[in-house]
Structure formats: C-alpha cells, structure tokens
C-alpha cells in the first residue's frame, strides 16, 4: 500500500481574543473571524494531484497595529511526520524571522513579537522546515509561504501643501474655477474605503465651493467686488473611509485673493475749483492741482486729464502725473491782469483702460469746472520789440541819433521810464542812450573796418521803482564810406635783367581796399608824376584790378644803377575817390640767356677771382674789433680796482677782528712786542689790509724806513701820505687804535676831551698838512680860530 505524509499548516485569523475587541472593530470590517486550512501541493504545482512532500501551506494575514500585551498568533506549522514524540524541529527563516516573527520549535506555533505597520512593509515572505532533530536532517523540503499584513485605517489624509494660495478676477461668474487642492492617504486603496477621500469645505462659504471627488474650488457667489473684500480664507477638508463617520480627516488653508478690474470710473471729489495765479507767472509754470478718485488700482486706475471746454483753452493747459495721478494745470501763454483777469475751464478726467465687460456701470469719466483768477502784479516796462536792428554809417558825427527804443509800464498806473545803456555791451562807450525818450546817439568815432557790428543792450527801468526793469538787444551795424585809400596786396620787390629789351614784363601789380563796395571795387594804376617822364620804367594799367610794369629802354647796366624805386598811384572810383602811392623796389640783375637770374651784387664783376671790397673791409673790421677787445680785456684786469667789502657809502659797520691768544699776562713780555711801535722798521710792508681784496697786479710801494724813536705824530703823517699817494688804497676811512703814544709828542695828547680843559690856545694848523682827507676837519678849527681871533 502506498504511504502519503502531509505536512499541515494550520493559521488563524480571527481568533477570539481580548485585544482584538472593542478599538480593532471600529477601524477595520469584514475580517474573517472563523480559521481556514488551505491545503496545497508541496511543488506548488497547477494540478490537484497530491505529491510526495505532503506539505500543506498557503499565505496568512496578519492584523496591523496589534495592540494588545501579548505576541500576536500567526499560525501553526505540522508535518504528518510529527508523531507527537518530540523528534521533529521547526525552524523559520526569511523576513522577520526571528525578530519580528517566532516559531515554537516543538508545536510549530508561529507568533509576532511586534506591532507591524502595513505602510512600511505590507508582505512579508518566509520559509518553513522539519527536521529531525537528532540527526539534524530535513524530513520535509523547505517551503516557501507569505505573510501579507491586513491594513486598518490608521493615516489621515495629507494635502499636498499646507497652504494654497490663488486669485481671481473680480465680478467673475459663478462656477469660475480658482484653484485644485489634492490630499493623499496612505492605507491601502485596495481594501476598504480606508483610502477613499472626500473633499469638503469648512470655511469660506457662500463665496466658494469645492468638488467632493476632485478638489477643485470654484466661486459660488455672482459680482464679488474687490472694493468691498480683496482677500478670502477658504478651509478645505479631505476626510477617508468615503466620508462616512469614524473616518480620518486632514484640512489645508487657501487664500484667494480677487485681482483688480476696470470696474470703477473716475469720479472729482468736487464739481468746481478754484485757482489764484500772478500775472507775472511765466509759460511753464504750475498753477494747481486737482485729482479724480478711482477705487481701482494699477493701470485701471489711470487717469487722463484734458480740458474741453472754456475761455482759457489756448491760456492754460493740462497734464497728468502719473505717479499721483493728479492733473497739473500750466500756464501756456504770458497772463496780463489789464486784459483778462478771470478764464473757466472744464477739466475731464478719463480712465486710460476701459474694459468693455463693464460699459454697462456708465461712462469712465468725469468732469469739473476751474475757475482761476489772475493776480495783478507791478510789471517791469515792456518794450515795444523784442529786438532791434539799426544802421548807421561809419563816418557820422558825435553826437549823431541812429535810432530809438521804446518801453512803456503795461500796469494801469503807467509810471514814467528811464532809458540807459549797459555798460557791459559796451565797454568803449561808443554809444549812448537819451534817458528820457530813448534815443541813442554816437559818442564816439566809428570804423567799420574794425568792428563791423555793435551789440548792446538798453535797459528800460521804472523811475519810481528801479528794481523793475527789462532789458532789450540792440543790433547796430556800421555802414561803409570810402575813407581808405587801396593799397598793395603785397609787398613788391622785382628784378630787371641787365640784358632785357624794351617793353619787356618784369611784374604784375595787384591791390585790395579795406572798404566795401557793392559793385565791386575798380582800380586805376599810373606812375607817379615825378617818375611817368623819367623812369626807365612805364606802367600799364590792364582794367582788370591790375597792372604790369614794363621796361622803357634795352639794357640796364647794374654798376651805373642797381636798385630803382617806382612809385606807383592807386586809385578807386568809388565817392570820394580815395588814392594811395606805393613803391615797387626793382633791382638789377645779371641773367643768363633764358632771363634767370644769376647775381644782383655790382663788386662781383669787379673782383672775379677774389673777395669784393665790402668783404674784406667787413673782416678787417673783425679783426680790429677782436683785438682791440683782447687789450682792453687785459688793460681791465691790470687796472681793475680792488673789491671792498663795504659796498655803500650808507653802509657804516665796525671791523672786528678777533684773537684767540690772551698771552700770559704782566709777565709775558713774548705776547706782543711794544717795540713795533717804536720802530716802525719792524713792521711788514708786505701785509695786506683786511678790508680790501688783495690784488697782485700793483704792489705796495715801499716807503723809506722813518728814524728810529720818532713819535707818534711824525709814524702817523708818515703813514697818511702812505696811503695818500697809494693808488690799491680805497677811498675808505680806518680808524686804528695804538695804546702806546709815544713820548714827547708836540701836540701831547691828542683827547678832545683834554683839550676843552686847556686854557691855552693850540694850533691846528698841521691839520692842514695832512692831506685832503683831513681838509674839512682842518677848516672846522681854522674858523674856530679866526673867530677867537675876531
């Protein structure tokens, strides 16, 4: 008889027990609560028939989010090898095994250790083994068998974002779709309505609404105005299980915002308004401002002023700011209180953007009236022209009127006006200005040909109040007479050949004129009437402006001649006919055969092979000259005076001159000898002086030695005529100081002092004798004796 071994696998779902009560009813349904026995092939084969492994095993289902204290039971593992001896062992391996999934090795009993979430891992696969467990050996092939975990709804519904934010059109129709919101669960969709979302709205209604399935919001209300609300806060609810009670739910915020439309036209807060504006506001300026209200913004709240009507259209004008939107009234043309003090305009104010959806709310304009009134201000004079232009010829008198300006006071009082000139648009004073009725007249000689256009200005001022004032361009231009006389338009030095014929051209003459002339100046040559009979030269006058110079005879002979001057008249015919006599220098030349000119010195024919006479008189005079400076070069150097060091007559200073040795006191009789004094032989005609530079060219004549022990008196004279007849001394007074006298002197001591207190009379008259340079002293005290004497 054949033997068949089966290998049961027996699992429970469902079994009664107390943690799967009261929390795992409410948030799952439709769980099996009775046990199954699947029995399979052991290969896992298509056909029923049975096979040799006897293995019988299927996939279990495990319940999610177990909370209960003890292992959760899976199933039971068998094998019809089992005998209930104990000799058999189950082991489990694969997913989980061991950790997440136990297997009781001796019943087969299989349990979770742990609470498994079917969102992080929602199969698990295993294999199952017998084996004996003495000899270690498989009984029975290893099989292979799944776990798939049982979802519950435990996730709510996630939206895609926390917050949307949209926006829309105001006044849109209802149903205009604003925005999609989308939330997403994570149970499984494919059991259960644990995953099935419903959308709802929980804020923001009557004003929107939303697509249970779908997510889309619309609007639900018809015209919703910006102007009244712009923002809106709609909550959006996404809940699971279809909706039904006991679902998980999740909500999310959306902010819609309604965008601007051209739905609201320009409105004045006024019907009328009110300006003030001074006649003396010049073109361009503002006058005021008004502005129409728009509830809109952006472009639809742009504005367009104009003016339609009124008596001021072409006096003032409108523009718009466009980041005030406000109307800017200008001045256009200059206003006069005198003419016209008061102008009404009509201003319209115009949206720039109509939108046509909203013609039906009426016209996007408005309008109002402005009235402005002109202010009457004192007005500076006005002139009659803005400009003007005068003539006046060049050879008019001083004091000549050349024209007339005109100003008047435009105000109602009429003040008197006072002319002038300004000074700095004419700084030669050329011209002046009557200043009571504004004539202006030459004060001074005009010349067109040295300023052809006078530009000044008069300025025309109120009597009774100067700071009003205008000024006015004056144009003045000199007009030409013939008062110059034409003239060469060169200077013209031209040559004859020695060898030229009669009536032979040597030059053309041509002449200019510095005045104007509007036909076109004609000029007249001829010769001088000194030169028209004895000139060797004649002159053709062509008509044309010019003329040519001719010769009268064959031959010119350049040693008997060899420059002539030929004065030529100019004159033009013009009134009064103006004349002027100009020289054309005309020197003889040698030429060869063709006329070109070889040579126009005379003393070149004279001395052909050597140096004229003008040559070598010029290098002898060089030579004479150089000479002659050689010497006195020299003559200089010899008798050249000896530089002092006082330089001034005025500058008076002492000379000191200080040594350093103070000797060795009484004792010291090696310090300085005394005795130079008494012996004036000692002394070294060699020395130079101090005060002067020392020149070499002219020694010092030696004098003869004086006798010894002479006194002070006679070594003074000595050394007076010295420096008398000294021809290196300079013209200078030195004052030397001796401190010893001498002996037995004549005149004793010499202290003025001393001599006040003689009584009797002294002779000065050696003074006398002492040379020039004592002179004025010797006649100061001749005359003190001829007074005595008197």
């Not at 200005?457 to 030409?480: C, G, H, W, Y």
């Not at 001796?738 to 050696?766: F, I, K, P």
Request: net charge negative.
């Amino acid at each position: 008889m054949r033997t068949y071994h089966c290998f049961w696998l027996l699992f429970w779902a469902g079994q009664p027990h107390q943690t799967f009560l009261t929390p795992l009813s409410k948030r799952t349904s439709g769980f099996p609560e009775k046990g199954k026995v699947l029995v399979l092939s052991g290969n896992s084969r298509q056909d029923l028939h049975r096979s040799k492994r006897s293995w019988m095993w299927n996939q279990f289902f495990l319940l999610e989010e177990y909370t209960g204290t003890d292992y959760q039971y899976v199933g039971k593992l068998h094998s019809d090898q089992d005998k209930g001896d104990g000799s058999l062992k189950y082991i489990l391996s694969g997913d989980g095994a061991g950790d997440l999934f136990i297997i009781n090795e001796n019943t087969g009993d299989i349990q979770a250790t742990k609470r498994l979430d079917r969102e992080e891992k929602p199969v698990y696969i295993l294999r199952a083994q017998a084996i004996n467990r003495r000899t270690g050996k498989p009984v029975e092939p290893e099989s292979e068998f799944i776990i798939k975990i049982h979802d519950i709804n435990d996730n709510e519904p996630m939206f895609t974002k926390d917050v949307y934010n949209a926006s829309i059109p105001e006044m849109s129709d209802v149903g205009t779709f604003v925005v999609q919101v989308t939330a997403t669960d994570a149970d499984d969709p494919t059991y259960g309505n644990s995953a099935k979302v419903v959308y709802s709205i929980l804020q923001g209604q009557p004003y929107f609404s939303v697509e249970s399935e779908t997510g889309i919001i619309k609007t639900a209300l018809l015209n919703m105005d910006r102007e009244n609300r712009e923002q809106y806060q709609v909550v959006i609810q996404a809940k699971d299980m279809g909706g039904q009670m006991g679902g998980l739910s999740g909500t999310t915020t959306v902010n819609i915002t309604l965008t601007d439309v051209n739905d609201n036209p320009p409105r004045f807060p006024q019907s009328t308004y009110q300006f003030r504006v001074p006649e003396s506001t010049p073109p361009g300026s503002p006058v005021g401002r008004i502005k129409a209200n728009d509830a809109d913004v952006d472009e639809n709240a742009e504005i367009e002023y104009s003016i339609t009507e009124g008596d001021g259209y072409d006096v003032f004008g409108i523009t718009t700011d466009k980041d005030t939107q406000e109307g800017i009234i200008t001045v256009k043309k200059a206003l006069d209180f005198e003419s016209k003090n008061l102008y009404i305009l009509k201003v319209e104010a115009t949206n720039t953007h109509v939108d046509p959806r909203f013609l039906y709310l009426g016209p996007f304009k408005d309008s109002a009236t402005v009235r402005i009134q002109v202010e009457d201000v004192d007005e500076p004079p006005v002139f009659s022209r803005p400009a003007y232009i005068m003539e006046v010829k060049e050879d008019v008198p001083i004091n000549t009127v050349i024209g007339t300006v005109t100003a008047q006071d435009p105000d109602a009082a009429k003040n008197p006006v006072k002319y002038s000139v300004d000074r700095h648009t004419d700084m030669d004073r050329v011209f002046n200005i009557n200043s009571g009725n504004g004539s202006i007249f030459t004060s001074k000689p005009l010349d067109r040909e040295t300023l052809l256009w006078h530009n000044i200005t008069v300025i025309a001022a109120e009597i009774n109040n100067p700071k009003q004032s205008s000024r006015v361009p004056v144009f003045i231009k000199v007009l030409d007479v013939n008062d110059n006389a034409p003239e060469f338009a060169m200077f013209y030095e031209t040559f004859v050949c020695e060898n030229a014929k009669a009536e032979q051209l040597i030059q053309t003459l041509s002449a200019v004129d510095k005045d104007d002339s509007y036909s076109g100046h004609q000029f007249s040559f001829s010769l001088a009437p000194e030169a028209a009979t004895t000139s060797n030269f004649t002159l053709q006058d062509n008509r044309d402006n010019t003329a040519g110079i001719f010769t009268r005879k064959n031959r010119y002979n350049r040693h008997e001649m060899s420059t002539y001057f030929l004065p030529v008249v100019i004159s033009d015919n013009d009134y009064p006919i103006q004349s002027s006599t100009e020289t054309v220098t005309i020197r003889v030349c040698a030429c060869d055969h063709r006329g070109k000119m070889l040579s126009c010195n005379a003393e070149a024919l004279i001395h052909p092979t050597g140096l004229s006479t003008g040559a070598l008189i010029a290098i002898l005079l060089c030579i004479i000259i150089l000479l002659v400076t050689v010497v006195l070069f020299a003559a200089l150097r010899r008798q050249r005076k000896k530089e002092p060091l006082i330089i001034s007559k005025e500058d008076i200073r002492d000379n000191i001159v200080s040594y350093n040795d103070e000797g060795g006191g009484e004792e010291d009789t090696q310090a300085f000898d005394i005795g130079t004094l008494r012996n004036p032989e000692a002394i070294d005609d060699n020395k130079f002086r101090r005060d002067i530079v020392p020149e070499t060219l002219f020694m010092p004549q030696r004098t003869a030695t004086v006798r010894d022990n002479t006194d002070v008196r006679d070594f003074i004279n000595q050394r007076l005529k010295e420096n008398d007849i000294d021809p290196t001394a300079p013209p200078y007074d030195s004052l030397a100081t001796y401190a010893y006298e001498g002996n037995g002197s004549v005149a004793e001591s010499l202290s003025s002092l001393e001599s006040v207190t003689t009584d009797g009379d002294q002779d000065y008259d050696y003074l006398s004798d002492w040379g020039p340079r004592f002179k004025k002293l010797a006649d100061m005290y001749g005359a003190m004796d001829s007074d005595k004497d008197s």
